[in-house]
Structure formats: C-alpha cells, structure tokens
C-alpha cells in the first residue's frame, strides 16, 4: 500500500524558515518524480514544486523561487521542502503527492499545516 | 505559464442530476490534464488522467474528455456523496497549474 506522510508543519514567524518532510512507502521512491502542493485554508490547490527521481531537475512556482527547495533522499525514502524568508501567504497545508512522468498526481499524503503568523 | 480557467465555481444540483464542469487551458496542452475530488478536511482523490482514464476503483458516473485547450468533467447521475469541490490540473509544462476549483452543492 502506498503511503505519504508529511511532517514538520508548526506555526513560524514571518521572515522565518521551516523544513517539510514527507515519508513515502508502498513503492519504489527512487522510481517516481515527487512534488509539493499546498492549499491555503478556505482557497484552492497550487503546485508548489516538483523533483525528479535522481535530484537533477527541479521545477518551482513563480512565488516561492529562490525561497523553497525540494530536495529528497532515495535512501531513506524521504522527500523535503525547505523553506526559508516566510511570508502570511505561505500559510496553508501542504501535500506531498507521487508525480508519475506523463500522468498527474495518484497518491497524496494527508499533509501539515503551516501557519506564518506574528 | 499556463493558465487553467475552471467554470463554474459553484454549482448546485440535485441527487440524480447530470452535471459538466469545464475547464480551458490558456494553451494546447495535448491531453496532460487530471481531475481531482477534495471534500473537507481530506487529501484531493484522482478521478481521471490523461484527461478521459477513469481511475481505478472510481465509479463509472464519472467522465472525462477533451484535448488541447478545452476539456469537461461529467457526472452522469449525482450521488450524494459526489457533493464535493472538483479540480482539473495541467501537468504538460514544467509548473503545473490546477483550475480554481468548482464546489458543487446539494440543491
């Protein structure tokens, strides 16, 4: 059975910096493109970031570019988002989802909460 | 970027009702395009890829069609637990981008 799940949400300063992680299994991790998607309470989904399966491309969304990085560990199975300079708008709860290459997200974790908030 | 444009954003209908939720890229994106089920508090649940595939273990009520630019989402006859916020999502460019989302309502 595929799993995903998410850890490291909490409640952070604005300007401050947080790390996701998100624990697959149930499959080959070393197989399959990962990504983070988040959803800001009472708003819609947006694609946060995406990686491939050795690390060596990485894709962002315009408005996290130069603050978030994804990054996973095949060895321990474990994909991360690192994220730094937080804004009130980076508050929502983010997913990690398996991205197959050609198809769209089939598996979601149950996600974390991120609040930025003075 | 692409742009995903989703109509409507709410919806009611009524237990039987047969209801179409569009959604327009803002270019060709072949058939890259996914439809997902989110009801509160929970994960978003695919219900079709490559934009006409019927997930596994999804009901057959549920249809998608479409290519390039334009593409429909179908429910043939609503059961109360469709009642729910429906997403399309692109995934042809390297940022993906998901429609605004459609909340359909018990009438």
């Known amino acids: 059975e595929v799993q995903l799940v998410e850890s490291g949400g909490g409640l952070v300063q604005p300007g401050g910096s947080l790390r996701l992680s998100c624990a697959a299994s149930?499959?080959?991790?070393?197989?399959?493109?990962m990504s983070w998607v988040r959803q800001a309470p009472g708003k819609g989904l947006e694609w946060v970031a995406n990686i491939k399966q050795d690390g060596s491309e990485k894709y962002y969304v315009d408005s996290v570019k130069g603050r978030f990085t994804i990054s996973r560990d095949n060895a321990k199975n474990s994909l991360y988002l690192q994220m730094n300079s937080l804004r009130a708008e980076d508050t929502a709860v983010y997913y990690c989802a398996r991205d197959p290459w050609g198809s769209c997200f089939d598996y979601w974790g149950q996600g974390t909460l991120v609040t930025v908030s003075s | 970027d692409i742009q995903m444009t989703q109509s409507p954003s709410s919806l009611s209908a009524s237990v039987g009702d047969r209801v179409t939720i569009t959604c327009r890229a803002s270019q060709g994106i072949r058939n890259d395009l996914g439809w997902y089920q989110q009801k509160p508090g929970k994960a978003p649940k695919r219900l079709i890829y490559a934009a006409s595939s019927l997930q596994s273990g999804v009901p057959s009520r549920f249809s998608g069609s479409g290519s390039g630019t334009e593409f429909t989402l179908t429910i043939s006859s609503l059961q109360p637990e469709d009642f729910a916020t429906y997403y399309c999502l692109q995934h042809n460019s390297y940022q993906y981008s998901f429609g605004q989302g459609t909340k359909l309502e018990i009438k």
């Open positions: 149930g499959f080959t991790f070393s197989s399959s493109w």
